[in-house]
């Protein structure tokens, strides 16, 4: 059901039935480490190309998933799917393997709440029952798409992010108790007129304030509603304007309530972390690993994700466009069996 | 009109609001960490010819080769290992701008498009980042060259 004018309500509820996260080298030595279903100890896990390891790791993410919800591939209706890579190889690769019908996404680093808004209104409209969404990212192989060979060295500033490896994906079923997805606010794409890729936390906070007040506003929520509301990976001067940003948008928000999975992924200490985590699996490994965790120690009721993403792409930048963001926001209600 | 769609802040105040919460480059200590390892290297190179002199018979000026090229060499085995880029943003400057920051540029292309191939990965992709170094370096020098022709022909000195 509508609300307001870029909500959606799922009055259907569907269930998260199966969730996994997997993360790379530098995820397992971050403070999340135990909240990953699989972590591998190198970059490229057995596979002779970094494109080959992040399809790997969303076909890892995938079958997890499914094994969790004791279903089989088989079972799975429909996969949503994107990432980072040109024409978003490793999920049509992924697809190719489920081999179920497909659907590719691009939203770059927001791809994990745009396509868990989507599998949860095609769950909800009874279009589709077991639904997989999921999205990957690899460090080298996003290094090489949108900024120069990994091994270059070239000095990056502070406000860089390092993309995470890794991935998360979520099976949606029609009934049962557990993580339902209650509601979802797609996002516009806001410009500010930004354009240093080395600051995409500045560029996409805009976006990502604009998504929550829009969400509020057409929930008539706030967030006293939720017991955590985690942007994607704005990193650390991200999460500062965005704090900065609330006051001015009118959103009263209690400062411990409001977290950054690109803040959390790494620890303060870790070498060449700069502002944070990013990438498209950055946001989803976090929600579909640490935060339902929590959930399911009932650490957190209802908790709202906003994935963030820069929809450039390095032609763009070379012919100095500024960076294009969006922030779509998913609501997630834990509910016991009765 | 819903209060999202109003305009709360312009392009403009966002900017300056974004310009002010970034953090400020640290532009002196870029500057001495950049002159203490560009000075590191060039003592090393300076190392490197005289062992050449001293050992290998070469005069100081015929040294000068094989020392870029023994430079070269270590910035590739740096660079293979995946060392040259953690050491570069310490030294930022001092780590491009010297001989062994070119190399780098060529190998770390050339790792990274192996994959597609030799002819259309390394041999395509080796001269992504050093191509504009040869370019504009070659381009400069022509000036420079005509600039110097000239100056004799006008009554110059």
């Known amino acids: ?338 | 009109m819903t209060a999202q769609k109003q305009k709360i802040l312009t392009k403009k105040e966002y900017q300056k609001l974004a310009k002010d919460n970034e953090p400020r480059r640290p532009v002196l200590a870029n500057c001495v960490r950049a002159f203490l390892a560009g000075g590191t290297i060039c003592l090393i190179g300076q190392g490197i010819t005289d062992i050449f002199v001293f050992y290998f018979g070469f005069t100081e000026k015929s040294a000068g080769n094989p020392t870029a090229a023994t430079l070269i060499f270590l910035s590739v085995v740096l660079t293979s290992l995946g060392v040259y880029d953690h050491i570069a943003q310490w030294a930022g400057a001092g780590t491009a701008v010297p001989v062994t920051g070119f190399a780098n540029s060529m190998a770390s292309a050339a790792l990274e498009h192996r994959t597609e191939g030799y002819v259309l990965g390394v041999g395509s992709n080796m001269f992504k980042l050093a191509g504009s170094v040869i370019v504009f370096g070659v381009f400069s020098a022509f000036i420079i060259a005509f600039i110097r022709t000239l100056i004799p022909l006008i009554g110059g000195a």
């Not at chain 1, 079958?63 to 209706?77: G, H, S, T, V, W």
């Not at chain 1, 396509?115 to 999921?134: E, H, K, Q, Y």
């Not at chain 1, 990193?235 to 948008?249: N, S």
């Open chain 1, 1 to 338: 059901m509508k609300m307001g004018t870029q909500s959606w309500i799922f009055t259907n509820r569907p269930t998260i039935i199966g969730a996994a996260a997997i993360g790379g080298p530098r995820e397992a030595r971050g403070p999340l480490a135990n909240d990953f279903d699989l972590l591998h100890d190198d970059l490229l896990f057995g596979e002779k190309t970094f494109e080959k390891a992040e399809r790997k790791l969303l076909e890892e993410a995938c079958e997890l998933a499914i094994q969790k919800a004791n279903l089989q591939k088989q079972d799975i209706e429909l996969f949503l799917g994107g990432d980072l890579s040109n024409q978003i190889i490793s999920s049509t690769f992924t697809g190719r393997s489920l081999s179920v019908p497909y659907l590719g996404l691009f939203g770059a680093c927001s791809t994990s709440m745009q396509s868990l808004a989507l599998a949860a209104l095609i769950v909800d409209s009874r279009f589709g029952n077991n639904v997989l969404c999921g999205t990957a990212s690899h460090y080298a192989a996003v290094e090489k798409q949108y900024r120069y060979p990994t091994e270059y060295g070239s000095q990056k500033p502070d406000t860089a992010q390092w993309t995470v490896t890794g991935a998360g994906a979520v099976v949606l079923g029609q009934t049962g108790a557990g993580p339902q997805v209650v509601s979802a606010t797609i996002g516009r794409v806001v410009d500010m007129g930004l354009k240093d890729p080395f600051n995409m936390g500045a560029a996409m906070a805009p976006a990502a304030v604009d998504t929550l007040q829009a969400h509020f506003q057409d929930l008539q929520a706030s967030p006293d509603d939720y017991d955590l509301i985690a942007t994607g990976d704005l990193g650390r001067y991200g999460h500062q304007l965005t704090l900065d940003l609330f006051p001015k948008y009118h959103i009263n928000m209690p400062e411990k309530k409001y977290v950054d999975c690109g803040m959390m992924i790494y620890d303060q200490n870790q070498p060449m972390r700069f502002a944070g985590g990013s990438g498209s699996a950055c946001s989803a490994a976090v929600a579909y690993g640490h935060i339902l965790n929590r959930m399911h120690r009932g650490e957190l009721k209802k908790v709202l994700i906003l994935a963030t993403g820069a929809l450039l792409s390095p032609l763009s930048y070379q012919q100095k466009e500024s960076i294009p963001c969006v922030a779509h926001a998913v609501a997630i209600e834990y509910t016991v069996e009765e």
